[in-house]
């Protein structure tokens, strides 16, 4: 059988509305970048308007350790994202036979055309 050859313009997987099940939504990171701010202003203020240096420390070490968070979900959120990416497109590939998942609406080149 010979194949089409039709050149087709690549559609980027992600532009088009698809939902990768992104399993965090953005009002998680709203939260916790409020909490980081709202700990790194307590911290400023604890030393440098009340003199508290204890409660510096604590509300500096709160700062930090929302800030790994904050950082580590980005980071997590980015490779489950690239992941699901990954399995979409090799899956395309495989049930229709193409070596980039490449797909257009109407005309050649699609795996329903004749």
């Keep these: ?9 690549e559609i980027r997987l992600g532009t088009h509305g ?8 953005n009002p998680v990171f709203y939260v916790i970048g409020a909490l980081l701010a709202l700990s790194v202003v307590l911290a400023v203020l604890s030393f440098a308007v009340f003199h508290i240096a204890a409660l510096g420390v604590l509300f500096s070490v709160a ?4 800030l790994a968070l ?7 959120r980015k490779q489950y994202v690239c992941l699901v990416k990954s399995r979409f497109q090799k899956r395309a590939r495989l049930s229709f036979g193409f070596r980039r998942a490449s797909f257009s609406v109407f005309g050649a080149g699609t795996p329903l055309a004749s």
Excluded: C, D, P
Excluded at 1 to 9: D, I, T, W, Y
Excluded at 18 to 25: A, D, F, Q, R, V
Excluded at 63 to 66: C, I, R, T, Y
């Design 1 to 9: 059988m010979k194949q089409n050859q039709v050149q087709q313009k």
């Design 18 to 25: 698809e939902h990768y099940g992104s399993w965090m939504s």
């Design 70 to 76: 904050l950082v580590w979900i980005t980071w997590i």
């Design 63 to 66: 700062a930090a350790a929302l």
